[in-house]
Every structure is written in C-alpha cells, then in structure tokens.
C-alpha cells in the first residue's frame, strides 16, 4: 500500500521568501502525485499534478513541484511567497490503478507574514 | 456551473444520535468519496464508491455508513457507534477508472457533538 509523508507541519515563512514544503511518498508501483490547497472552512483546490513525463511540474499561483523518482519526493516550491499563500497544504497520491482513492499527508500550514 | 454540494455547512449531534451528512454532485461523475479530517491528520479516506449501487470501505469505516443509490448523491451516515465523530467531513467526486484524474471537492461540513 501507498503511503505519504510531509515532512514539515509547519513552515512560517516572510513575504517574499521563497517556500519549499516537503512531501515523500513510499509505493510499490507506479503512482500519480498531487498537491492540493485548503482555504480554512473549505475543501480542497488543486495546485498540480504528476502523471508522466517532465518531472517539474508547474501549477497554478506560481506554485511548481519536481518529481524526483529515485528519492521518492515531490516537494512544492514557490520563490516568492504572498500573505494570500497562507493555507494548508496537502499532498497527496495514487497508484496507478483503476479504482484506487488518493491518499493524502496530513498537511503543511504555511504561514506568510509581512 | 457544475460542482459538489455537501450540506449542511455545520452540524451538531447529540450524544447517542445518528446524523447524515449531504453529497450531491452535478459533474456526471461515477466516483465519489468520504473522508475526514482532523488537526494534524490530514485526510482520512471513510467510504468511496465507484458506480451506482455499490460502495468500498476504506481506512475508517467504523461507525458510519453510506448508501449510493443515485449517481448523483453519496450520503454519508454518522451512526452512533462512532465514538468520536467531531470533525470536518469532505466529499469529492471523480471520473471512474482514472487513477490519474483529480478531486473535486466538495466545501465540507463541520460536525460536532454537544
């Protein structure tokens, strides 16, 4: 079975600082990654996803993420961060078979602060 | 616009009370999904059902239960015998027998036991 661990649960972070927010995934077959956004009392918003091919993904608000197979990571990076990136962040992945549910980490807070 | 309605938004139990918690979808998707969340937990997978008529437990199904009788509707039943039922439930929807498709997400309900 798949699992997923980030690596951090929180991360303050200053306005304008670059972010990394962490994530490794351990599977014993092939997998789609994710990260996804939650906004409090909301559900979740992709950010981007991993299927194949180019392993820097890029996504929306600026965010991208590179897929690193022989580390099992798919970390999220932002070079410059805004007060409205403030959120939870959660990872997440899916082995590639019909029929599987994604399975989540258990979420980075990022704190943006002026 | 085509989405996921979970109501109610917030919800509060009694002690020894079953309650059922909203899923409707309009996205013409076969799939759906139960999970909950927790501080610090991230998302837990509950019930997921990939077509009409049939459902799949998934890693804490204890003490809810679900019904899929309709494809367009996943309700969720938080049945007495869960022992800590406080949390936020989330509902999501994708297209069946896509590994590599994303979630949508509904905007929760927040349960609570009073």
């Known amino acids: 079975a798949q699992s997923v661990t980030q690596l951090d649960s929180q991360v303050p972070v200053f306005e304008e600082a670059p972010v990394e927010l962490r994530c490794n995934y351990s599977s014993s077959v092939s997998v789609y990654l994710f990260w996804y956004v939650q906004y409090p009392n909301q559900g979740l918003q992709l950010l981007l996803k991993y299927l194949s091919g180019s392993t820097l993904v890029k996504g929306i608000n600026g965010f991208e993420a590179e897929f690193n197979k022989s580390q099992t990571s798919f970390h999220l990076r932002k070079p410059s961060v805004h007060i409205s990136d403030t959120a939870e962040y959660f990872c997440?992945?899916?082995?590639?078979?019909?029929?599987?549910?994604?399975?989540f980490g258990k979420g980075t807070t990022l704190s943006v602060s002026s | 616009d085509g989405g996921i309605t979970q109501s109610p938004k917030y919800l509060f139990r009694k002690e020894g009370q079953n309650v059922t918690l909203s899923c409707e979808q309009n996205?013409?998707?076969?799939?759906m999904y139960w999970y909950r969340q927790d501080p610090g937990q991230g998302l837990r997978l509950i019930y997921y059902?990939?077509?009409?008529?049939?459902?799949q437990k998934g890693d804490i199904a204890e003490g809810y239960s679900v019904s899929r009788e309709k494809k367009e509707s996943f309700p969720l039943t938080v049945t007495s015998a869960q022992k800590n039922p406080t949390a936020f439930y989330l509902c999501?929807?994708?297209?069946?027998?896509?590994?590599?498709?994303?979630?949508?997400f509904g905007s929760g309900t927040r349960l609570t036991v009073v």
């Open positions: 059902s990939q077509i009409v008529n049939d459902f």
């Open positions: 999501a929807s994708r297209l069946p027998g896509t590994a590599y498709q994303d979630y949508t």
């Open positions: 996205l013409n998707h076969d799939a």
């Open positions: 997440a992945v899916s082995e590639n078979q019909a029929g599987t549910a994604l399975i």
